[in-house]
Nanobody, 116 residues
Framework: QVLLVESGGGLVQPGGSLRLSCAAS????????MGWYRQAPGKQRELVAS???????NYVDSVKGRFTISRDNAKNTVYLQMNSLKPEDTAVYYC??????????WGQGTQVTVSS
């Protein structure tokens, strides 16, 4: 069974940066579309950024120009570089791997808190 493990979250001041990592136990990163989602307290989980196997990326409007998703197939890892962080970026961030037939694998999440 493939596992996804996120890391890199933490407390950062507004305007700061963090880089999240999503490490897969298998080679799924190389062969499947991957995405980063977030869920703030009292809100629905939302897609933040996604990347296809061909490295086509997509971002929610609120993070365009600030966040960058990338993948390292050799390390079976997907990254989310987050710059110019705002308090409204505070959430638990989850990594997701899309599987055939509409199924998916989720990581356990990593907390990002943007506060002064």
């Amino acid at each position: 069974q493939v596992l996804l493990v996120e890391s890199g979250g933490g407390l950062v001041q507004p305007g700061g940066s963090l880089r999240l990592s999503c490490a897969a136990s298998g080679s799924i990163v190389r062969f499947r579309p991957m995405g980063w989602y977030r869920q703030a307290p009292g809100k629905q989980r939302e897609l933040v950024a996604s990347i296809t196997t061909g490295n086509v990326t997509n971002y929610v409007d609120s993070v365009k120009g600030r966040f960058t998703i990338s993948r390292d197939n050799a390390k079976n890892t997907v990254y989310l570089q987050m710059n110019s962080l705002k308090p409204e970026d505070t959430a638990v961030y989850y990594c997701k791997a899309d599987l055939p037939f509409g199924s998916a694998i989720w990581g356990q999440g990593t907390q990002v808190t943007v506060s002064s």
